[in-house]
């Protein structure tokens, strides 16, 4: 079975300062790997996906994450975080034609002046 | 451009009583699913369905039953509600089995039962 684990719970950044938040798959196959957020009320907005082929991928608002094979991670990041990142960040795995997609448990980002 | 439109956002339920939570997808996508999210639980998928007329048991389905009869609604239903059952509801939509698999969520249904 497929598994996610995001070991932070919560995190607090600086404004401007970089930010990296952390995500391991338990999964046998080459997965596809996503990050959602979810501003508060709100639903959840894909960021970034992987699939295949560069293992650094690009996503919105800045977003991007690295799939590193060996360490089973996919790891989000950003150089220089701004206010309304302040959100919860959950990586979730799939794999092709497999129906479900499995979530972590979230980070939730807070971001301080 | 509607996306995924869940229907209640907030409802306040009695121990034992019924309801229903709608979702409504426009995006003609096969497959649909009902999450619930609890704190520190993350998503928990409760049923999906991978297509008009079928249904399917997730991690956490006891409780709960879903239809879908037609192809662009998943119907979640509660028969008889327990305080247990208080979340936050999401539904989600993804293409056909060949697509990529990100999923469309809708802006989710607050339940609470007293």
């Known amino acids: 079975a497929q598994s996610v684990t995001q070991p932070d719970i919560h995190i607090t950044v600086s404004e401007g300062a970089s930010l990296e938040l952390r995500c391991n798959y338990s999964?046998?196959?080459?997965?596809?790997l996503f990050w959602y957020v979810q501003s508060p009320g709100q639903g959840l907005q894909l960021l970034l996906k992987?699939?295949?082929?560069?293992?650094l991928v690009q996503g919105i608002k800045g977003f991007e994450a690295e799939f590193k094979r060996s360490q089973s991670s996919f790891n989000l990041r950003k150089p220089s975080v701004h206010w309304s990142d302040a959100a919860e960040y959950f990586c979730?795995?799939?794999?092709?034609?497999?129906?479900?997609?499995?979530f972590g448990t979230g980070t939730k980002l807070q971001v301080i002046p | 451009n509607a996306g995924v439109t869940q229907t209640p956002k907030f409802r306040v339920l009695k121990t034992g009583q019924s309801m229903t939570l709608l979702c409504a997808q426009d995006?003609?996508?096969?497959?649909m699913y009902w999450y619930r999210q609890d704190p520190g639980m993350g998503l928990r998928l409760i049923h999906y369905s991978v297509g008009e007329g079928t249904t399917a048991k997730g991690e956490v389905p006891d409780g709960y039953n879903v239809s879908r009869l037609k192809k662009q609604n998943f119907l979640l239903g509660l028969e008889s509600a327990a305080p247990s059952q208080t979340s936050v509801y999401f539904c989600?939509?993804?293409?056909?089995?060949?697509?990529?698999?990100?999923?469309?969520f809708g802006e989710g249904s607050r339940l609470t039962v007293l």
């Open positions: 995006m003609n996508h096969e497959y």
């Open positions: 979730a795995v799939g794999r092709r034609g497999y129906q479900k997609v499995t």
């Open positions: 999964y046998g196959a080459t997965p596809y």
């Open positions: 992987y699939f295949s082929g560069d293992t």
């Open positions: 989600a939509s993804k293409g056909t089995l060949g697509e990529a698999g990100e999923l469309f």
